[in-house]
Structures are given as structure tokens and as C-alpha cells.
Nanobody, 126 residues
Framework: QVQLVESGGGLVQAGGSLRLSCVAS????????MAWFRQAPGKEREFVAA????????GIADSVKGRFTISRDNAKNTMYLQMNSLKREDTAVYYC???????????????????WGQGTQVTVSS
């Protein structure tokens, strides 16, 4: 039984910061790519950021480039998303995901990930 649990979401004013965490249980993902996606009301789910198994390679969506940073701590089986300079358009449910492929590359398509968390709400006020 694999579980991914997000935390760290909440209400923040524009220009503020939040740090999201995703803790995996049931197995280790220390040799697997992981990623963050988000879905805003009335919008399609979109790619935010991804990271390879070791943390040596990352991908960032253009919409958050320069503001968000993805990282991981394999000893804690945990992935993070540091979000700075938050904007109203960042308001969404943020989802953690993991790829079952051993030593696989990260991807921008949500169909390439096998495990998903329930999401954490991020709301950026005006």
C-alpha cells in the first residue's frame, strides 16, 4: 500500500511564500522520479515541476520559473516545493506524484506518473 501525502498548503497573500511537502510511505521512491502538478478551478491539470531520482536534474514550468524550486530528501522519502513571490494565478490544488519506473527520467505529462496524493489547497489572496 503506497501513499503520498501533501502538506504545507494554505492561505497566503500575494507576494508571500509557502513550502509544500510530500511524504511517501509504503515504499521508498529514492530511485524514482517525482513531480508536482496543480489544478485551478475551471482549469486543466498542469505540470508545475519535476525531479529525477537523485535530485541532480529538475524541470520547471515556464509559469513558475524563477519563483518555485523543487527538491527532495531521499533519506526522508520526501519531496518539497518552495513557492516564492506567489500570485493569484497560483491558486490551485497541488498534487504530488511519483513514477514507478526504476531510475526513470522525469516527465511533464501527468499520464507518466503512477502514484498520486490527494492534494493540498493553495490559495493566494489579492
Amino acid at each position: 500500500q503506497v501513499q503520498l501525502v501533501e502538506s504545507g498548503g494554505g492561505l497566503v497573500q500575494a507576494g508571500g511564500s509557502l513550502r509544500l511537502s510530500c511524504v511517501a510511505s509504503g515504499r521508498t521512491f529514492s530511485r524514482n522520479a517525482m513531480a508536482w502538478f496543480r489544478q485551478a478551478p475551471g482549469k486543466e491539470r498542469e505540470f508545475v515541476a519535476a525531479i529525477n531520482w537523485s535530485g541532480s536534474s529538475t524541470g520547471i514550468a515556464d509559469s513558475v520559473k524563477g519563483r518555485f524550486t523543487i527538491s527532495r530528501d531521499n533519506a526522508k522519502n520526501t519531496m518539497y516545493l518552495q513557492m516564492n513571490s506567489l500570485k493569484r494565478e497560483d491558486t490551485a490544488v497541488y498534487y504530488c506524484s511519483a513514477d514507478n519506473t526504476y531510475l526513470g527520467s522525469w516527465h511533464r505529462d501527468d499520464s507518466d506518473y503512477d502514484y498520486w496524493g490527494q492534494g493540498t489547497q493553495v490559495t493566494v489572496s489579492s
